[in-house]
C-alpha cells in the first residue's frame, strides 16, 4: 500500500475525522486509522511501536490543506 492510497483515504474521511478529532493527528496505514493523537510526535512513536521502520501516514486533522512528510529513513527516535 502506498502513501499516496493512504493520503486518499484521508481526504475522503477527513468530513468525518473533523467532526471528533479536528486538531489531533490520526495515524494511516494501509487505508485504515490506527488512533488519533495530541502531537506529531506521539503519532510517530505510535506508528514505530506498531509498524517499526517502514512507511505510514500522520495527518494533523485541520480543515487547511496542508501536507507535511517525514521521511522517516531520516528520523532517528528513541521511544
Do not use: C
Not at 9 to 30: M, S, T, W
Not at 32 to 40: D, K, V
Not at 49 to 58: A, Q, R, T
Request: proline share 1%.
Amino acid at each position: 500500500m502506498s502513501q499516496t492510497e493512504d493520503f486518499k483515504f484521508f481526504e475522503k474521511r477527513l468530513p468525518d475525522f473533523l467532526k471528533e478529532n479536528k486538531g489531533k493527528f490520526v495515524l494511516i496505514k494501509n487505508k485504515q486509522e490506527h488512533g488519533f493523537y495530541n502531537s506529531a510526535e506521539e503519532a510517530l512513536r505510535e506508528g514505530y511501536n506498531k509498524f517499526g521502520n517502514v512507511e505510514f501516514l500522520i495527518q494533523e486533522i485541520t480543515d487547511e490543506r496542508r501536507v507535511n512528510y517525514i521521511n522517516t529513513a531520516f528520523v532517528s527516535f528513541a521511544a
